[in-house]
């Protein structure tokens, strides 16, 4: 046996550098190139080749961007212009409704009242004014620019020459000899032609612009039609309204009813009699009978007994519009048991017809209370 000092290996492990490991290690040629990590070095025809292949790819990238962008900016126009176009047809469709309208009323205005006359001429100019501002928020791509510019002309002129036509053929139908009324009527006109032309623009700029979303072409509109110019000649139209006979205006206030209440309780020598009340009061209805509103109408009440004591009041109506009434409350009156009192109630205006501006009727309080 060994000394205990010995370290030499048994003869079991004698050639132990000849044994084989237990996962072999796999034997290859390195080649010229190590794959270890270490610059690179092109040929110039190599480099020249590399950066052709970065060029095209760097070619193919930006055609496909471009492409897309393309498609995406030319989606976002076609919203434009269909966004645009529908504002616009419903615009001409108004437009078209003004020139039914009238048409309408200039072909048959013997036939109208002034009331009639006065609410379709307000009903005009108010869709004349709805064309303008569908108009004003609404972009319009830049193929339909021009079109565009011609279209807010057009709504322009509409407006202004619906107004000045309104206030013309209103002043005309009171008085047809009104030379500020034909001045206004003429100038109204003349804008509307004016709008009309560029309409005319406006459709001319249209051009190819496919219009099949909104319902095909734009129809040719006219507020003034060509074929019709004899029947918008402004003396002639205040000639017809004068022989209407009940288109010019009728300013006529009226006292249409008086009663007391409480009511009457008897009648004495053909008067009424009145029980006495602490709350005697008076009704009144004051009524439009004219064709014209009316603003401002002051109703007095005047009551004097047979002693010879007056009580008066009064009240305000701001506005009576035509054909309308309203009714006013005269609360409070003093009357005393066994007297005789005369009411009246009067209008403080004058008007066309002076013989309906008061009502008046004398009453008897009962003696017995």
Sequence with gaps: MAPWYDFRPSGEWRNWQTRRIQVPVGSRSWGFDSPLAHPVSYSPAARRKRRRRTLVILIVVGVVLGVAYGVVEAQGERETARAYLDVAREAIDTAAEISSALSTLVADIEDYNRATLVERLGQMEASAEDIVTRLIDVDAPPDLTEASMFLRIAAGAWR??????????????????????????????????????????????????????????????????????????PRDLARRMFLAGS????????????????????VRDGLPVLAVSATQSAQVVVTNRGNVDVT???????????????????????????????????????????????????????????????QKFLFIVNPGG
Excluded: W
């Design 160 to 233: 202004s020459g619906m107004s000045d036509t309104r206030a013309g053929l209103l002043a005309l139908s009171a008085n047809p000899l009104d030379e500020e009324g034909l001045s206004t009527l003429t100038l109204g006109l003349i804008d509307l032609r004016v709008g009309d032309r560029a309409y005319g623009g406006f459709l001319s700029s249209l051009g190819d612009i496919d219009t099949t979303l909104q319902g095909g072409p734009f129809p040719s509109v006219a507020l003034v039609p060509a074929a019709d110019e004899a029947l918008y000649e």
């Design 247 to 266: 288109i010019a205006p009728v300013d006529d206030i009226a006292v249409s009813d008086l009663k007391l209440e409480p009511g009457p309780v008897g």
């Design 296 to 358: 401002g109408i002051t109703v007095r009440l005047q009551l004097v007994s047979n002693d010879g004591e007056l009580y008066e009041a009064e009240q305000e109506v701001p506005g009576l519009e035509a054909a309308s009434s309203t009714l006013l409350t005269f609360a409070g009156l003093p009357t005393s048991a066994g007297s005789t009192y005369e009411i009246t109630i009067s209008l403080g205006r004058a008007d066309d017809d002076e013989e309906n501006d008061s």
